[in-house]
């Protein structure tokens, strides 16, 4: 009988750790400065990390990748604008974001009038086709958060938070 309270209590304590962590990651976990560092790859899923601003080396972060995450669904990202003289431009914008507690699904948007000018005219050429706005910029699933690093898994194709 003794034996079998010394097999109980580990177990016991393992299950007790496991269901009193909070996993759940709330909207106020988010708000703040994140980088983005290297992507790794985990099971062939591409996985990212991203780390607060604060504790971001320079030299490990990705360039041009941080993101700000405000209150009342605010947040400011870079932006590249496609100008007629230097194409590739960083600008940084004011768009949206939402982030659903269940799911851990953010999704980032773009501002309303982000390259109206450019949209209106694809517009007029393509009438066929329907181009919401705002536009989403992406879309990632919180996998965790823990020091100050967040550990997503990216569900848009082909868009980045860069």
């Known amino acids: 009988m003794r ?16 269901f009193g962590q909070n996993l759940t990651v709330s909207e106020f976990d988010l708000y703040g400065c994140w980088k983005k560092e290297p992507i790794t790859k985990e099971n062939g899923i591409k996985q990212w990390i991203y780390v607060t601003c604060d504790i971001s080396e320079t030299g490990k972060s990705v360039r041009q990748s941080d993101i700000v ?10 932006a590249v604008i496609q100008d007629a003289l230097c194409p590739i431009v960083y600008q940084r914008v004011e768009g949206t974001w939402t982030y659903d507690e269940k799911s851990g699904i953010v999704e980032v948007f773009y501002p309303k009038d982000f390259q109206k000018e450019i949209l209106d005219t694809f517009r007029e050429s393509h009438p066929e086709l329907e181009i919401p706005n705002p536009r989403l910029k992406t879309k990632f699933k919180i996998l965790g958060i823990e020091d100050g690093k967040i550990k997503i ?10």
């Open 3 to 18: 034996s079998f309270f010394f097999l109980l209590t580990p177990l016991l304590m393992v299950i007790n750790s496991s």
């Open 69 to 78: 995450f405000k209150a009342y669904n605010k947040c400011e990202f870079l």
């Open 153 to 162: 898994e990216k569900t848009t194709a082909n868009i980045d938070l860069n």
